[in-house]
């Protein structure tokens, strides 16, 4: 049998685990054309909290009833695709299904020999892409400028702040928990951090750490770090919207600082950042984002949950921050 996650019910607020479903289904069988796949790890990622609203977005949302998707890692188990072969790994944005079939389209070959699987998941795909492709066409960071990256431990932040820092930035990250701060200054290389969630007053804490200020921030979180710093931005601030995760959750926008007069008194740019908007530069990011990893300029970290029943649950725990680095699933 094959078993599939659905989506059973719309959220409201946090997700539970009520919201998902595993059902089972008859184990597929590829027909002309077309290759068998076997999910070996599946990524778990905040944004999908948004596709589980019924409202139009950059992404079409999942249905009630039906399978949800993300970025997977597969095995070919069967092939009837000239252009695949048994024994191939391959990512690409798969069901949540332990077997599955596909057409090849949408389907990348990876390399095994050039990095474990789990990294085409994180710091060779999406997530790495995230970080590389907004910091290169938003952020254009100069050496001895400030980079603050919020949810620094997490997917995209830890491998923002180590671009900043190859670049010759000074990186402050902002995460929450003592731990994680300490991980990304000791394994990532960050100057400093602070945690949010021991902190009471986020603009002075910030300006303690940013003395000269902030000239560019890497947001994944949005809401009121991002008023906190908004308040210590340098002329010429280039933010970089990538991520609210602070406001997945509310079933109302809460309404913040208006920020437009800081904007026009720091002449600064804040821009939203879509990863998928950027397909024709992929090939290049992945290329130097490979030989910083291979140089050794590049670290990562990955938080791997076992079982492939486990995945709706290792997606709530996104939103405890109970991961570092990349979240997934080993089915």
């Known amino acids: 049998m094959n078993q599939t996650i659905i989506l059973q019910s719309r959220p409201q607020g946090t997700p539970k685990l009520e ?14 054309g077309e290759v068998l796949l076997q999910a070996k790890y599946i990524s778990v990622d905040p944004y999908l909290r948004g596709r589980m609203r019924d409202e139009e977005s950059y992404i079409p949302p999942f249905k009630v009833g039906e399978p949800i998707d993300s970025m997977v890692i597969a095995e070919v188990i069967s092939s009837n695709n000239p252009n695949f072969k048994e024994g191939e790994f391959v990512s690409g944005m798969l069901q949540w299904k332990q077997f599955q079939i596909s ?44 980079l603050v990256v919020s949810g620094a431990a997490g997917a995209v932040g830890s491998v923002a702040g ?57 947001d994944n979180v949005g809401g009121e770090i991002l008023d906190a710093v908004m308040q210590n931005i340098n002329d010429f601030a280039r933010i970089i919207n990538c991520g609210a995760i602070s406001l997945y959750n509310k079933e109302e926008m809460p309404t913040g600082p208006r920020l437009e007069g800081i904007l026009i008194k720091k002449s600064a740019l804040m821009q939203g950042f879509l990863v998928r908007n950027h397909v024709k530069d992929f090939g290049p990011a992945i290329n130097q984002l490979g030989t910083w990893l291979k140089e050794g300029k590049l670290k990562y970290d990955e938080t791997i949950i076992k079982g492939f029943e486990n995945t709706p649950q290792a997606f709530l725990d996104l939103f405890d921050g109970k991961n570092t680095g990349k979240m997934i699933v080993e089915v």
């Open 162 to 218: 180590q671009i900043g820092k190859i670049n010759g930035c000074r990186v402050i990250g902002i995460a929450g928990s003592d731990e994680k701060i300490k991980k990304i200054k000791d394994d990532f290389g960050f100057d400093g951090g602070i945690n949010y969630k021991s902190t009471s007053n986020m603009k002075k804490a910030l300006a303690e750490k940013c003395s000269d200020g902030i000239d560019v921030y890497y």
């Open 103 to 146: 057409n090849g389209a949408g389907l990348n070959k990876i390399d095994e020999q050039r990095a474990p699987l789990t990294a085409y998941l994180g710091v060779l795909g999406l997530t790495g892409l995230t970080a590389y492709i907004a910091l290169d066409k938003i952020g254009k960071l100069k050496s001895g400028e400030t």
């Open 19 to 32: 919201n998902f479903k595993i059902i089972e289904e008859k184990k597929p069988e590829p027909g002309s």
